[in-house]
């Protein structure tokens, strides 16, 4: 009975992982994002007016960085919620009968 809870919390604790890792790459995505679309700009519009660029890469800057919050955020809860499970998997283990 005991190993079976073990092996519950390793592999709750090994897909928080892979998700969290998951989320990271979508940081990334949403990083890259937001890289690409401040150098493909300077092709639609005149590069010495400021204004003009500021608000053509607003709306592509704010998607990238909302992207990249919210994944990371979510990673970080994931991250407690891991912590949480190896404590409890360290009171199992240790638990004296």
Partial sequence: MEENK???FEKKIRILFII????????????AYWIYWSFESYNYINE???HEYATFFRPYFR??????????TISLI???????????????????H
Avoid at 20 to 31: D, E, N, Q, T
Avoid at 63 to 72: A, E, L, P, R, Y
């Fill in 63 to 72: 998607t990238g960085i909302m992207i990249s919050v919210g994944s990371i």
């Fill in 48 to 50: 010495t007016d400021y």
């Fill in 20 to 31: 969290r890792i998951c989320l990271w790459l979508v940081c990334a995505f949403g990083f």
């Fill in 6 to 8: 073990i092996k519950t």
């Fill in 78 to 96: 994931l991250r407690l919620i891991s912590d949480m499970t190896k404590r409890s998997m360290k009171d199992e283990m240790y638990k004296v």
